[in-house]
């Protein structure tokens, strides 16, 4: 009896890890082997389906998105080397302002360039996807799916 209640314990054990690997697995949805331009690609057309978008507006947008995958690319690969080198660590409160600083700028930036690309009801479109995007990653779902 031991030893049933046992192996369904290492069941169920083994069953948790197998469900927590295909999470993680799924949590970018393997973004990270896109290079910048396909990941631009596939944002700009996203966006062309859901703010019906004209030629002119999908290559201001490509440049756009070209432009923040490829620095979000960097920045990945420089996070991603000072990991494997154990160069990690916990960063201080300046610098942590310095990088929320950043952050900022960049969102600002963002915003403005979206605000100068789209017309009026495009932009307020935007602004709906974005405060979803924003409220469903606050809630830890990002990248994940979840049955309905």
Same mark, same amino acid.
């Given at each position: 009896?031991?030893? $049933? /209640?046992?192996?369904?314990? !290492? ?23 896109? %290079? ?17 978008? %004209? ?18 690319? $960097? *920045?990945?690969?420089?996070?991603? %080397? ?35 690309? !789209? ?15 924003? *409220?469903? /990653? ?11």
């Amino acid at each position: 009896m031991k030893k $049933v /209640i046992l192996l369904g314990l !290492l069941m169920i054990g083994f069953i948790g890890l197998a469900q927590n690997e295909i999470r993680e697995n799924r949590h970018r949805g393997n973004l990270e082997e896109l %290079s910048p331009e396909q990941i631009s690609t596939l944002q700009t057309k996203r966006m062309t389906l859901a703010l019906d978008l %004209s030629e002119a507006q999908q290559k201001q947008l490509q440049k756009i998105n070209l432009d923040q995958a490829t620095s979000r690319k $960097v *920045k990945m690969e420089e996070r991603k %080397s000072k990991k494997e080198a154990g160069e990690m660590t916990k960063p201080s409160s300046d610098e942590r302002y310095a990088m929320q600083t950043e952050k900022m700028d960049k969102l600002i930036s963002h915003k403005a360039q979206m605000k100068e690309l !789209l017309s009026k009801e495009q932009y307020e479109k935007w602004e709906k996807m974005q405060h979803r995007k924003r *409220k469903y /990653i606050r809630k830890g779902n990002h990248g994940l799916q979840t049955k309905s």
